[in-house]
């Protein structure tokens, strides 16, 4: 059974940073292509950021652009989103999903999100 | 940016009755598109893919079609599950895009 449990989030004030973990089981991590989805309190899903292959191509939102990195570690099964330069338009919920060819690239899986709080 | 609007915003429909969301590109994304359900509280769940592909074990009363800028999914009889919001996503372009929504609730 597909898993995806993430971590890291909490209360942190404006300017700060964050790293988000995504701890993966039940398929082979290493050859899916591993993605962030975020939503804001009470609005709709924006994706963030994905991390294809081994870590050479990553795309972002211009939204999170130069402050966020998205990062893999496939011996230990885990995704990471290193968020820095937080701010107020920033909090949300973050979704660790994964990608999947067979479905047309959709998201196949999700975690059960980690909220991420920025305020003073 | 591929642009992704749907509407309406809110549907509300009796148990039993069918439901019809609609979703709409700025610009052609092929059959590239997928349409989730969130409850409150809950993470996405995957129902369409391809446009018009069930994802697996999803129920056939859900079904999706469209392709280039018009997609539609239908609920044919709701069922009280499947009140929920419902999102659609593009994936042939970066930076992936999402709808804003449609609530499905009780009439």
């Known amino acids: 059974e597909v898993q995806l449990v993430e971590s890291g989030g909490g209360l942190v004030q404006p300017g700060g940073s964050l790293r988000l973990s995504c701890a993966a089981s039940g398929f082979t991590f290493s050859t899916y292509p591993m993605c962030w989805v975020r939503q804001a309190p009470g609005m709709g899903l924006e994706w963030v950021s994905c991390?294809?292959?081994?870590?050479?191509?990553?795309y972002y939102a211009d939204s999170v652009k130069g402050r966020f990195t998205i990062s893999r570690d496939n011996s230990r099964n885990t995704l990471y989103l290193q968020m820095n330069s937080l701010r107020a338009e920033d909090t949300a919920v973050y979704y660790c999903?994964?990608?999947?060819?067979?479905?047309?690239?959709?998201?196949?899986?999700w975690g059960q999100g980690t909220l991420v709080t920025v305020s003073s | 940016e591929v642009v992704m609007t749907q509407s309406p915003a809110t549907l509300s429909v009796s148990p039993g009755e069918r439901a019809t969301l609609s979703c709409r590109a700025s610009q052609s994304i092929s059959s590239n598109l997928g349409w989730y359900q969130q409850k409150p509280g809950q993470a996405p769940r995957l129902l369409i893919y391809?446009?018009?592909t069930r994802a697996t074990n999803i129920p056939a009363r859900f079904s999706g079609s469209g392709s280039g800028t018009e997609f539609t999914l239908t609920i044919s009889s709701l069922q009280s599950e499947d009140f929920a919001v419902y999102y659609c996503q593009q994936y042939n372009n970066w930076p992936l895009t999402f709808g804003g929504g449609t609530k499905v609730e009780i009439k």
């Open positions: 999903a994964k990608r999947e060819a067979a479905v047309g690239r959709s998201f196949d899986h």
């Open positions: 391809l446009a018009s």
């Open positions: 991390l294809i292959g081994s870590g050479v191509d990553t």
